[in-house]
């Protein structure tokens, strides 16, 4: 019999542990599923730390001592610009019977005066008329190409082409519209 050495044996035994060991994948490639799935996670993980930063804006301004209903209304619109993405948001109540701005961002004063000689009512000639008419949120992905938007005076002093409205209800009876604009042509994502 023969005899072998121990440097060889030793040999012998590292390899056999290293055709046994599963090879290991280096921990900074990927594929490109997963960087795909990472972005997307990232992203999530980023709008939802900017929502929890909104409510936290308008929460510390409700928790003030004397509550002030315009600063939280005036907080709301600033925060749904952010969120949204949109260039400009407005709340409308209905006083007097009819509907006034009761907070506004990012609406330029043109556009204003040209809302306040505009009697907006139930109809399909206005997003807020088209709340209104329906009792829902509407969209309209593009102003300058939806046949039935008659606003259109309003639409150029205000330089919108994508408008989202929603009814803000209490008790099923609508209180009264939230409208976010965008500049470009850009349709709200459910989100």
Known sequence: MRR?????????????RKAQTPKRRNARSSTPGQETEIARLTGELKE???????????????SHSTFDLQAVLDTLVKSAARLCEADMVSINRPRDGVMQYAAKFGLSQE?????????????????????????????????????????????RAGGYRTV???PLEREGEIMGVIILGRT??????DK
């Open 164 to 166: 989202l409205a929603a």
């Open 111 to 155: 556009f204003e005066e040209i809302a306040k000689r505009t009697s907006f009512v139930p109809g399909r000639g206005t997003v807020l008329g088209r709340v209104l008419l329906a009792g829902k949120t509407v969209q309209i992905a593009d102003v300058e190409a939806d046949r039935e938007y008659t606003f259109a005076e309003g639409q």
């Open 48 to 62: 939802a730390r900017e929502q929890q930063t909104a409510t936290g804006d308008v929460l510390k301004v409700i």
């Open 184 to 189: 470009k042509v850009q349709p709200f994502t």
């Open 4 to 16: 072998r050495s121990r440097a060889s044996s030793k040999l012998a035994t590292a390899r056999s």
